[in-house]
């Protein structure tokens, strides 16, 4: 789903200019061994050269004709070759379970231009010859059923699923108790509790995100949904509307709407671009990517908070202060 909602954000701009040849990256793809039997598992490692300001990603599900994804990782963050290019591996273990001469079809890849737009490339296809478990067995039979096996055992589901239904039962009896207290303390804040600016919440929830540290321990996947959920909650409370179940697109659309327009809803279109390419696509970024977005998500609520009107001055104090 994340991937979808990202290429329908990028699709416009991606048709709309030739990328340049300095924007496009190096694929390529190789496999361990080229001669292999039924079920053996062949590991293909794709790799991808690119400028340090592209993202190239290879999609979570691939089609690979006759074989089939056992395993798969993306490797290592992006290693820095040290002349402005990246490196990137992402390696698939896979298996076929037909003899005969197969082919691991071309392999899409993705990336993001420097000018925002998505763009693909394909690798090389791969020949492997897969071989028969029985090609060297003369005349091959198959073995005689086994007779049956009288198993005996006790009867002892009923009584894991009375005790499953009353901890549920009790859960959701404390549940209820807590949501009840939670609301009447709710009410009785509510009374007195001023309204405090959803700027200064947004502000005060990124300062202890920066504090807890998840991008300085590489847990990438929790920091980027823990900012992406902060910046959308303000967003949605700032301009009125329910944010945080709309898709990147949405939000943006529901931005235009409310006039925000120019500047501010471009950088916000590309932060959050930036921010489900971690979430959705299994990117890996690196840590000054992440103190960028950090960053980024503070002038986010800079740039679109309520200013504070200035105080007209009575005539009077004009004058003595003349």
């Not at 490797?75 to 001469?101: C, K, M, Q, S, T």
């Not at 409370?237 to 709407?257: H, K, Q």
Request: aromatic letters at 8%; glycine letters at 6%; charged letters at 25%.
């Amino acid at each position: 789903m994340g991937w979808l909602v990202l290429a329908l954000l990028l699709a416009p701009g991606a048709a709309s200019a030739p990328a340049a040849a300095a924007d496009v990256p190096t694929v390529s793809a190789r496999a361990d061994r080229t001669e292999a039997r039924v079920g053996d598992v062949v590991t293909v490692v794709v790799t991808a050269v690119y400028r340090r300001d592209l993202v190239v990603n290879l999609p979570p599900r691939v089609d690979l004709g006759k074989f089939t994804v056992v395993d798969r990782s993306d490797g290592e963050a992006p290693r820095d070759l040290g002349d402005g290019h990246y490196r990137r591996e992402f390696i698939l273990h896979v298996a076929a379970y037909e003899p005969g001469h197969h082919q691991i079809p071309p392999l899409e890849l993705t990336y993001l231009s420097s000018g925002g737009e998505l763009r693909t490339l394909e690798t090389a296809a791969i020949e492997v010859k897969v071989g028969s478990l029985l090609a060297n067995v003369p005349d091959p039979k198959l073995k005689d059923n086994a007779p049956p096996v009288r198993v005996m055992e006790s009867v002892v589901w009923p009584y894991y699923a009375l005790g499953a239904f009353l901890a549920a039962l009790a859960l959701a009896g404390l549940s209820i108790y807590l949501w009840q207290r939670r609301l009447l303390r709710g009410r009785a804040g509510a009374q007195t509790a001023p309204v405090r600016p959803v700027h200064e919440i947004a502000l005060a929830r990124l300062d202890a995100l920066r504090k807890q540290g998840l991008h300085e321990r590489a847990e990438w996947k929790a920091f980027y949904l823990a900012v992406s959920e902060i910046i959308r909650e303000y967003l949605g409370a700032r301009y009125g509307f329910d944010s945080l179940e709309m898709t990147t697109t949405e939000l943006v659309a529901a931005l235009r709407e409310r006039a925000l327009g120019g500047a501010d809803e471009d950088m916000i279109a590309r932060w959050c671009a930036a921010c489900d390419l971690v979430k959705f696509a299994r990117y890996v970024p690196i840590l000054d990517e992440a103190h960028a977005t950090l960053d980024g998500a503070y002038r986010i609520v800079d740039a679109t908070r309520v200013r504070e009107a200035a105080v007209a001055l009575p005539q009077e104090v004009k004058v003595d202060a003349a």
